[in-house]
T-cell receptor, first 110, second 117 residues
Framework: GESVGLHLPTLSVQEGDNSIINCAYS??????FIWYKQESGKGPQFIID?????DKRQGQRVTVLLNKTVKHLSLQIAATQPGDSAVYFC?????????FGKGNQVVVIP | GAGVSQTPSNKVTEKGKYVELRCDPI?????LYWYRQSLGQGPEFLIY????????DSGLPNDRFFAVRPEGSVSTLKIQRTERGDSAVYLC???????????????FGPGTRLTVL
């Protein structure tokens, strides 16, 4: 099928290395942010979230950093695996609806 | 357990025709969302239901688009007089939360790929 990642910024990373994906958001009133992973032909899958009163949150192999001063989010993936190859979107929660940023494609090189 | 399901997975139609896209949310989820995703873009919000009522339909692009959720579970997105620009993947998501709550994880279905010829 068609690739969701067509024409997207692409990060190529060696298997086992760490990946960092960045995202700028627009609304300073947003109180909740989420990172989603989307594989080709599938819907977005929740990875990790963070509230605006935090600046860092860790999950399994993933860490999200929030810098409200410059309205910037990042997702760090430790020890990247082939299964991490996908398009990654950040989203901000605006009164219940999600506003998605432009995606970043991650390609893991075995 | 079962996730969000959407039918059909693919729909090809001709310009000017009417289409219906169906979403079955996770059982017990009161909130349901429709998004549209064009190639290479992130999902774009269309409409949000809390129970049976549309709590926010500000994302619907024009009056050709309409959605219902008559019993507070299954939802149908209806598009009249389809245009080629309507071609996209239509995603449905559901959550157990309510609008305004900070933590409101949305679970997405696989989407319906609509192609208007």
């Amino acid at each position: 099928g068609e690739s969701v990642g067509l024409h997207l910024p692409t990060l190529s990373v060696q298997e086992g290395d760490n990946s960092i994906i960045n995202c700028a958001y627009s609304n300073s009133a947003s109180d909740y942010f989420i990172w989603y992973k989307q594989e080709s032909g599938k819907g977005p899958q929740f990875i990790i979230d963070i509230r605006s009163n935090m600046d860092k949150r860790q999950g399994q192999r993933v860490t999200v950093l929030l810098n409200k001063t410059v309205k910037h989010l990042s997702l760090q993936i430790a020890a990247t695996q082939p299964g991490d190859s996908a398009v990654y979107f950040c989203a901000e929660n605006i009164v219940g609806r999600l506003a998605f940023g432009k995606g970043n494609q991650v390609v893991v090189i075995p | 357990g079962a996730g969000v399901s959407q039918t059909p997975s693919n729909k090809v139609t001709e310009k000017g025709k009417y289409v219906e896209l169906r979403c079955d949310p996770i059982s017990g989820h009161t909130a349901l969302y429709w998004y549209r995703q064009s190639l290479g873009q992130g999902p774009e919000f269309l409409i949000y239901f809390q129970g049976t009522g549309a709590a926010d339909d500000s994302g619907l692009p024009n009056d050709r688009f309409f959605a219902v959720r008559p019993e507070g579970s299954v939802s149908t997105l209806k598009i009249q007089r389809t245009e080629r620009g309507d071609s996209a993947v239509y995603l449905c998501a559901s959550s157990s939360g309510t609008s305004g709550r900070s933590r409101n994880e949305q679970f997405f279905g696989p989407g319906t790929r609509l192609t208007v010829l």
